[in-house]
């Protein structure tokens, strides 16, 4: 049956008659529900941990400058696909012509090569900020300890303090650290390539032997974090666990004083 | 166009059966495919049951359904599974069937050096699965094999020493072949075609045949000093005689990267040769196409240390930007896909359904590389479950769905009978959804802080839920593969003839029979453009390339 | 055969100058020496592809040439099977397990490897 003027019937509805043919969704939207989304995710983690040292909040929020980068990214070029297979697809009545068989199209094909290079060069400009500042190691700082990783258990030997704290199986050694202060530690390894790694921090380093890594903790506030091997090591490596514990600067001095002379008297170190 | 050419012929000569002896003895290209997929495909079972157990083990906290010995055992022996003995070897399987065919030629150049090459894998691959027999057990050390980890103090035993042997056995077999590829490509293509009218396939795998020769020497010579150092008094890598430990990492992974690459080009052509097919297009910029696989090939032979970043001794910013600009040519495919799809005439048989899943998983993928290529981030997510994601999202939502799409798309070809559509349309679902199911979850464990290659994690740590998802996910994926093992066996079985051309498709290996006769062709189209027979089969079609066949567009 | 050889150009040349780069920014000695040896490597490749090929024309390359033209060469000889290829590669795999278990394998190893090398050349001969 004949329709009114404006319409026609595509794939069995009626559509708005429009000169580009039947109607489309319009481009921006797209668009913007994308920056809705993105908007939106703004206040999110995107799964990271928000960084409990100070080096670990500049990678968390480069992180979230790469989410900011990836979204957009991944929404245009998922939409595109999905575009593509829904409004490409092969209609039930098609009459069997070859589409216009295009090749090339010198303009686009420039547009998405410089595009992307502007955007890499942004965010190695970004990366680049971040890795000065977080592998940056002060001249003077608070305290040194000296952390060998050995198949399968972490020695922690405090610089200049005579307190070593050694985990054994089962006892979880635990890294007591100044809060508020910069903490330097000394990376080594006995044996085999071993990693200090702790995901609260966002940071890991590799304790390779015969390479000596030193990196600098900022801890602004105490707490307790779980750390891992983070390189496989061997038999054991699952079981190759740390604590790190920030404590306030009077509570590690205390702590140090104890150990100290709790070390002496035993002639050995604590666990 | 001239008037001397002349139809195909109606019959074709049957391929003669071979028994033992003429499978151990031929030298034919498309046999010696055979032989690669057919053995790649074991491997691939063996090394999928080696992950379900490590999944079963992983399911739930403090498990121990698998020792400590024998997971570290199984981690290492599935990752050297899958990178040397199924996703590489498939790409060359696939590729000696198919690279002659799409350029003319009748076998390969060297054929008794393409059987040396497929001899040396298969007995590189049996070493290392004997490993499993000896003393020690296998190898244990990872499939990247640290030094000292990997040095006779930390890791004694044969089962070590299988290991290094069966690689640099499979290393031989994959530079032969490499070499054969080469040469085959320069001096045998068929006349008119030029190498800018060569099928995106046969391209992608001269570009992986070069990262083939400069690549796997680096890692011959790492596994050489290593068995130097376990056996012959070396002290390359150890820094107490004034080796160096970090001179492993460099020679590996100067191999490593380039070999993800060789994991994944293949697969890119073959995405590229099937997409147009199922568009109704030819592909959308191929001079682009050609030249970003260039720029990832070079690029990907400068950025090793992006795997070293936590070391400390190596120079992070070049490494971070050499490895930011790889997604600028990876991109740039994208739109050449994209673009082909682009006002075309879509259809969904499998191979392309496949295609579509490659697209979905292997952005994902690619997103979460740049992630990782900065160094920063990497602090974070080096050695967790975020790069465990990451790879498994590239090499299997990527590599093996563009595989599965090779597979369907040339299993025609190969046997002369269709594989079963509803069945393959109902394994794609299943591998799609499984497959993504059991790597989301590895994502956010990572970046809870799961490190890899624990063999058990306490339930406080906070990644068991990511752990069960994966699971039930891997067992979802399992069915997926079931179903194609099931689709080969109905499809034999019913044997529905496929006829010369299916799909309607435009490369040279089209031209003639399904299966191809001993050395190819009886007959060949003019060939005047990247897509022969099609310009032929559409030659009276004035919609179909402007004109008599001429290419439009590429150098 | 223009194009293999500035492809294989190219990528040499690449490799020599991210080589040069590299060092200039890191000063670190492994990866100098691999990238530059790369690049020289790939450069004897195409430099042997340019002397065997310069001065000659292909109908690989030819734009429009037709079957006629090109009729009649021979394309080259291709075996209808041979045994030396699988008795070669059971040579290596046994003579590598020798450096393992045993140097009586390495010298079984060895002597099925030079079996198959007799028979490879006899057979290119014959």
């Given at each position: 049956m004949p329709g009114p003027e404006d319409r026609e019937l595509v794939n069995g509805s009626w559509k708005r008659r429009t000169a580009a043919g039947p109607r489309r969704r319009p481009p921006w939207l797209g668009a913007a529900a994308g920056s809705a989304a993105l908007l939106a995710l703004t206040g999110c983690d995107f799964g990271a941990p928000p960084g409990a040292s100070t080096q670990g909040r500049t990678i968390a929020d480069l992180y979230h400058v790469l989410w900011y980068f990836a979204i957009p990214v991944g929404v245009i070029v998922y939409g595109l696909i999905l575009w593509s297979i829904f409004r490409y697809r092969k209609r039930r009545d098609d009459d069997g012509a070859l589409p216009k068989q295009t090749r090339y199209a010198f303009g686009l094909e420039v547009t998405y090569t410089v595009i992307p290079i502007l955007m890499v060069v942004a965010i190695f400009g970004f990366t680049y900020r971040a890795e000065q500042k977080v592998d940056r190691v002060v001249p003077n700082p608070a305290v040194v300890v000296d952390v060998d990783g050995f198949q399968w258990q972490w020695r922690f030997t405090y610089e200049g303090k005579g307190v070593t704290v050694v985990g054994t199986p089962g006892n979880v050694p635990t890294l007591v650290l100044p809060a508020g202060q910069t903490a330097q530690i000394v990376l080594r390894s006995e044996d085999v390539v071993h990693a200090f790694y702790v995901s609260a921090f966002l940071f890991q380093r590799q304790a390779i032997p015969g390479v000596v890594n030193r990196f600098d903790l900022t801890i602004p506030s105490p707490g307790s974090w779980p750390g891992v091997c983070s390189q496989y090591c061997g038999l054991d490596h699952t079981s190759m666990d740390f604590i790190v514990r920030a404590v306030p600067p009077a509570t590690f001095q205390a702590w140090l004083s104890e150990q100290q002379s709790s070390q002496s008297a035993t002639g050995g170190t604590s666990s | 166009m001239s008037t001397t050419v002349t139809a195909p012929p109606a019959e074709h000569p049957k391929a003669k059966r071979l028994g033992l002896i003429g499978w151990l003895t031929t030298t034919n290209h498309k046999q010696i495919g055979w032989l690669y997929l057919g053995t790649t495909f074991v491997f691939f079972l063996a090394g999928g049951l080696l992950a379900l157990l490590i999944r079963i083990q992983l399911s739930r906290p403090d498990m121990s359904f698998l020792s400590r010995q024998e997971y570290n055992q199984i981690f290492t022996i599935h990752g050297t599974t899958m990178v040397f003995l199924v996703i590489a070897p498939i790409g060359l399987g696939l590729a000696n069937y198919f690279v002659p065919l799409q350029i003319g030629a009748p076998d390969m150049a060297f054929p008794r050096m393409n059987a040396l090459g497929v001899w040396l894998f298969i007995g590189g691959g049996l070493t290392i699965y004997a490993s499993f027999l000896s003393s020690h057990g296998a190898a244990s050390a990872g499939w990247t094999f640290y030094a000292p980890l990997s040095d006779s103090q930390f890791s004694p035993?044969?089962?070590?020493?299988?290991?290094?042997?069966?690689?640099?056995?499979?290393?031989?077999?994959?530079?032969?072949?490499?070499?054969?590829?080469?040469?085959?490509?320069?001096?045998?293509?068929?006349?008119?075609?030029?190498?800018?009218?060569?099928?995106?396939?046969?391209?992608?795998?001269?570009?992986?045949?070069?990262?083939?020769?400069?690549?796997?020497?680096?890692?011959?010579?790492?596994?050489?000093?290593?068995?130097?150092?376990?056996?012959?008094?070396?002290?390359?890598?150890?820094?107490?005689?004034?080796?160096?430990?970090?001179?492993?990492?460099?020679?590996?992974?100067?191999?490593?990267?380039?070999?993800?690459?060789?994991?994944?080009?293949?697969?890119?052509?073959?995405?590229?040769?099937?997409?147009?097919?199922?568009?109704?297009?030819?592909?959308?910029?191929?001079?682009?196409?050609?030249?970003?696989s260039m720029a990832i090939a070079g690029l990907s032979m400068a950025v090793w240390a992006h795997h070293m970043f936590t070391t400390g001794v190596v120079d992070n910013p070049f490494f971070s930007g050499m490895s930011f600009l790889i997604a600028v040519p990876t991109g740039i495919k994208f739109f050449n896909w994209i673009g082909t799809m682009w006002r075309g005439k879509l259809t969904f048989e499998t191979p392309m359904l496949w295609c579509i899943g490659f697209l979905l998983n292997f952005l994902i993928g690619g997103i979460t590389g740049v992630m990782l290529a900065s160094a920063p981030i990497d602090y974070n997510m080096n050695n967790t479950y975020f790069v465990v994601a990451h790879m498994h999202y590239v090499l299997g939502g990527g590599s093996l769905f563009a595989i599965f799409a090779g597979i369907y798309y040339w299993f025609p070809k190969m046997t002369g009978f269709r594989l079963n559509e509803r069945i393959g349309k109902w394994g794609f679902w299943f591998t799609f959804v499984g497959f993504n199911l059991t790597f989301w979850p590895l994502f956010v464990a990572g970046l809870r802080g799961m490190p890899r290659r624990i063999q058990s994690y306490s339930p406080s740590a906070g990644w068991t839920d990511p752990n069960t998802l994966a699971t039930i996910g891997f067992f979802v994926l399992l069915v997926g593969v079931i179903l194609f093992a099931v689709n080969l066996i109905v499809s034999i079985r019913t044997r529905e003839p496929a006829g010369d051309n299916p799909w309607d498709a435009g490369t040279l290996e089209w031209a003639t029979t399904s299966p191809p006769p001993e050395h190819n062709f009886t007959w060949l189209p003019p060939i005047r453009s990247e897509r022969p027979v099609f310009d032929w089969n559409h030659r009276n079609d004035a919609a179909a390339a402007g004109g008599d066949g001429a290419r439009e567009g590429g150098p | 055969m223009k194009t293999s050889i500035r492809f294989m150009g190219l990528a040499g040349l690449f490799g020599i100058a991210i080589g040069i780069v590299y060092w200039f920014i890191t000063y670190e000695p492994f990866g100098t020496v691999l990238l530059i040896l790369m690049g020289v490597a790939t450069l004897i490749m195409g430099y042997v592809v340019w002397r065997r090929t310069s001065g000659k024309s292909f109908p690989e390359d030819a734009e429009t040439i037709t079957y006629a033209e090109d009729a009649g060469d021979e394309i080259g000889h291709f075996s209808a099977g041979s045994l030396w290829p699988v008795v070669m590669a059971i040579g290596v795999v046994v003579g590598v397990e020798g450096l393992i278990y045993g140097v009586w394998l390495l010298v079984a190893g060895l002597l099925l490897f030079g079996w198959a090398t007799v028979g490879l050349m006899q057979e290119s001969r014959g």
């Open positions: - | 035993g044969a089962g070590t020493d299988m290991w290094i042997m069966g690689i640099l056995c499979i290393s031989t077999g994959s530079i032969l072949t490499a070499v054969n590829l080469m040469a085959t490509v320069f001096m045998m293509r068929a006349p008119g075609m030029t190498m800018w009218r060569m099928p995106l396939f046969t391209w992608n795998m001269l570009i992986t045949a070069l990262l083939i020769l400069v690549a796997f020497p680096p890692l011959a010579g790492a596994l050489a000093l290593l068995f130097i150092d376990r056996h012959f008094g070396g002290h390359f890598y150890t820094p107490a005689f004034g080796g160096s430990a970090v001179l492993y990492q460099h020679l590996f992974w100067f191999f490593g990267h380039p070999e993800v690459y060789i994991m994944v080009l293949p697969f890119f052509g073959i995405v590229t040769d099937v997409i147009p097919v199922f568009s109704r297009k030819p592909i959308f910029g191929y001079a682009g196409f050609v030249l970003a | -």
